[in-house]
């Protein structure tokens, strides 16, 4: 009883709460009564105390719950206090400091790995890689039914220059990409992904800008090849997917193994070098892949106590910065007017005459 008083009274200036759970007659023992109830015990309990023994003699045994790190000293600091309260020293107070070790490197390893922090957030980016897929190339839809249906020669009869008419409608399709663009990356912000929300949040919201500004031209130069709208929706949602989720998979496994192999370092040389001039569905997984691996990486640094395991200056990098997602959203938007140029200079038949010649070459050749 003394001991029991003396762990309330100890307890009664915090704000922890201590329950007296096995006093009642026929009560189940603590370690019983912890297994049962662990479910309703694992948010809010970090501790437990059980006395056994006679008043003469009695015996206490600590519990503590193991994965918060703060539990064993703080219930190892209570008895120490209940102790100077039997033994007579009432006034006297004990107060304890407990900071962790540094982790190791192994250790933050685990604890990325284990809570799959990183296999979330590339799951994420390779998500919204594949939604914004189906975004551009709703766009063709109307481009495809409106050349098959005269629509758009009708207009060019009229007096519309095709400048006007590309630019016209470049601009309603950004305009209409701007909505889901937004929504990612309030959910994004809504669901608490550090990897993509707080500092890096400018830098997410740019790569799907620049992405919406440079995939959009990049769809209108392939309305030539239809005459169906329904077939060009869904051939460039597999072209969109397929040549976005390749292309960001195959440079994730080349730079893991190029190191290590001579011919896939080549390899990886010519990709890097052609993607992001050419992909911007690759520039937009790759760069949200680089912003989380320097979130992860100033994490780290956070841990580390400062101390940057890569070299000064290589953990604490601003996200818009041109080794992070800057490099992907100059390019993207480089790459904007340059499919553009591509999409009028085909409205122009300017590359007929060319394939004219090809076709006459490789007959001659056959013949």
């Known amino acids: 009883n003394r001991i029991g008083k003396a762990m309330h009274r100890a307890t009664a200036s915090t704000s922890d709460v201590l329950r007296n759970v096995t006093a009642s007659p026929g009560a189940p023992p603590l370690s019983q009564f912890l297994l049962e109830n662990q479910r309703d015990l694992s948010a809010s309990t970090f501790g ?140 994004c912000i809504g669901f608490g992904l550090d990897a993509y929300s707080g500092r890096n949040a400018p830098a997410i919201l740019m790569l799907m800008l620049a992405y919406g500004v440079s995939m959009t031209p990049l769809m209108y130069t392939f309305t030539p090849l239809f005459s169906v709208p329904s077939t060009a929706y869904v051939t460039m949602i597999c072209l969109n997917i397929f040549f976005g989720t390749t292309s960001i998979l195959a440079s994730a496994v080349m730079d893991a193994y190029s190191a290590q192999l001579p011919d896939v370092r080549v390899a990886h040389k010519i990709t890097s070098a052609l993607f992001p001039w050419l992909l911007p569905n690759y520039c937009l997984g790759r760069g949200f892949m680089e912003v989380a691996a320097n979130h992860y990486r100033a994490w780290i640094s956070g841990q580390l106590e400062g101390h940057c395991p890569l070299g000064e200056g290589e953990c604490l990098i601003d996200p818009l910065s041109w080794k992070v997602a800057g490099q992907y959203v100059v390019k993207m938007l480089i790459m904007a007017p340059a499919w553009f140029a591509v999409c009028l200079l085909i409205e122009w038949q300017f590359f007929i005459p060319a394939c004219r010649a090809v076709l006459r070459r490789v007959g001659c050749r056959t013949r």
């Open 48 to 187: 437990a105390v059980s006395l056994h023994g006679t008043a003469d003699s009695p015996s206490m045994v600590l519990w503590f719950k193991a994965r918060g790190y703060h539990a064993f000293p703080t219930i190892v600091n209570l008895w120490n206090r209940v102790r100077l309260e039997v033994l007579g020293f009432g006034d006297a107070k004990v107060q304890a400091c407990s900071h962790p070790l540094p982790k190791t490197r192994a250790m933050l390893q685990e604890e990325l790995t284990g809570n799959h922090q990183i296999f979330t957030d590339l799951t994420v980016a390779i998500t919204i890689v594949l939604a914004m897929a189906f975004i551009p190339a709703s766009f063709v839809v109307f481009l495809v039914h409106e050349r098959a249906s005269s629509g758009k020669h009708q207009q060019l009869l009229s007096g519309l220059s095709p400048l006007l008419y590309w630019l016209g409608t470049y601009t309603w399709d950004v305009i209409n990409m701007l909505l889901p663009i937004f929504l990612c990356w309030f959910l």
